[in-house]
């Protein structure tokens, strides 16, 4: 498959009108960058390019490009029709790179719009995401995350503050959290990451979480975010914060999201039967860079975990929903190579469990407005969807409710399903209990589908699983019915 010229990241969601900027990264095949003292922070170069796992930076962006691109949107586009990257500044300092977000894009006409982006001396070009444009305003917006990445402190590369420039800057994501190894982090470490948190938090730009990861080998991993600018830190080696029990009541007090993940791994997965806080444990992380906890591989997984002994049965989600458990779904990146967001594991030359790794994840959050109070209410809510990193569009209701509810139904359930891609969707399942109900194969980039469902137990639930022709998927999160 050939690769794609561009990097482009335009808003999901949009009013007839308004107007927005488009993301645009020019990629180039992917490089080692050295480690340089002396540098801003952030940038490319820098001290903290090299991690103790053997991971190098790499950078997949040209030093310098001065060309020109076109754009076209089809109808109701109003907007550039080129561009030139000639004097155009990235975003750090002495940055030349053309990274950069092209401004002054509209739409006269409601309607499922992609921008597309063509480089004029080659002819090569690359599609945006699914641009969703309304007459009406929006009451929530679908804002993209990752919540999920290590530092050059634990087993990662890059400080705090390259790594909210990069997903910020880089990878053009609304949401960011770090999530690193407490246990490798001291207390005033764990201050400073706050404190680098807090400082890029910035209402309808980015929204930033204050999070970790509480590493247990006995209990499996669990990241915890809280929703405020301040949070305890939660260690898996301490004498009481090493107990789940202990770590789910600091949760239920701080009204924090406690989120396990890689739930299958054999090595570092989660055993359902070891504990479980259902208000604090409203979600899970389905997929990362070590595959997809979904379901396993014999029952069409596509994705699933490979490294660290591969997948554990009995301890995907479907098993914890199975369980009666609750969990909306998330992507998340997990990365380790300092880019988060636009992760290169796979073009590393080292011989070690990184080989088996796969895409990472992110996630879409459904919010009122792109601010860490209301992202905190969404993800709770549980309107977020997973993804293997495609900012696919996605809705899903049942009953006339959205994904993440718990409703009462009597009789003929409606279930609603709007999605859209850049590219064209192979396969769309509605699951049931764990089971496909429904399964279509759409063979275009927009999906609207409805059907009913009698039910068929005390409590249903169902969620939606989007693959598309190129591999790449979507899980919604659950909705689940009570007759």
């Known amino acids: 498959m050939q690769r794609s010229p561009f990097l482009l990241a335009a808003p999901s969601t949009v009013q007839v009108g308004e107007t927005f900027s488009l993301g645009v990264k020019v990629l180039a095949e992917p490089r080692y960058v050295g480690s340089a003292c002396y540098r801003p922070v952030p940038g490319v170069q820098g001290p903290y390019n090299v991690s103790p796992r053997g991971i190098r930076y790499m950078d997949n962006v040209p030093a310098q490009w001065e060309g020109t691109v076109e754009l076209a949107g089809g109808e109701g586009y109003e907007g550039p029709r080129e561009f030139s990257f000639a004097g155009v500044a990235g975003p750090y300092v002495d940055d030349r790179r053309p990274i950069t977000r092209i401004a002054g894009l ?3 006409s409601p309607g499922t719009k992609y921008v597309e982006v063509r480089d004029r001396e080659s002819g090569r070009a690359a599609l945006s995401n699914p641009i969703v444009v309304t007459a009406e305003p929006w009451g929530r917006r679908l804002f993209w995350g990752d919540l999920h990445s290590q530092t050059f402190f634990s087993d990662g590369l890059r400080c705090p503050e390259e790594l909210h420039a990069f997903a910020r800057d880089e990878a053009f994501l609304d949401i960011f959290a770090l999530s690193d190894h407490a246990e ?3 207390d005033r470490q764990w201050d400073y990451f706050v404190g680098v948190t807090n400082d890029c938090n910035e209402d309808n730009r980015f929204a930033t979480l204050v999070g970790l990861e509480w590493t247990s080998p006995g209990f499996g991993h ?6 405020g600018d301040h949070g305890a830190i939660l260690r898996a080696n301490d004498d009481f914060y090493g107990k789940l029990a202990n770590v789910h009541a600091h949760c ?7 989120i396990p993940h890689h739930s299958a791994n054999a090595v570092m997965g989660v055993n359902w039967e070891l504990g479980h806080e259902p208000t604090a444990e409203r979600l899970v992380e389905l997929h990362s860079v070590w595959g997809n906890s979904e379901r396993p ?4 997984n596509p994705r699933p975990i490979r490294a660290h002994e591969g997948e554990k049965l009995g301890q995907h989600v479907v098993d914890a929903l199975k369980r009666g458990y609750r969990f909306g779904f998330v992507g998340g990146g997990d990365i380790h190579d300092g880019r988060p967001g636009d992760e290169l594991h796979s073009r590393q030359e080292y011989p070690d469990q990184y080989a088996l790794l796969h ?7 459904w919010a009122r407005e792109l601010t860490r109070e209301a992202v905190f209410e969404a993800l ?3 309107r977020c969807f997973a993804t293997t990193n495609v900012r696919t569009y996605l809705e899903f209701e049942v009953c006339g409710q959205p994904m993440g509810s718990e409703i009462t139904c009597s009789g003929a359930r409606s279930l609603r399903v709007r999605a859209a891609s850049e590219a064209p969707f192979a396969r769309m399942n509605v699951v049931l209990n764990g089971e496909d109900l429904v399964t279509v194969a759409p063979g275009s980039r927009e999906v609207d589908w409805g059907g009913e469902d009698g039910g068929s137990a005390a ?3 169902y969620y939606v699983r989007l693959t598309r022709a190129d591999g790449e998927m979507a899980w919604s999160s659950p909705i689940w019915v009570n007759d």
């Open 106 to 108: 509209r739409f006269s």
């Open 184 to 186: 490798h982090l001291t």
């Open 222 to 227: 669990r990241n915890v975010y809280y929703p």
């Open 252 to 258: 239920l007090a701080e009204q924090a999201l406690c």
């Open 297 to 300: 591989a014999s029952a069409g």
């Open 359 to 365: 895409r990472q994840g992110i996630m879409g959050v």
């Open 380 to 382: 709770w809510e549980r």
């Open 459 to 461: 409590c249903d639930w």
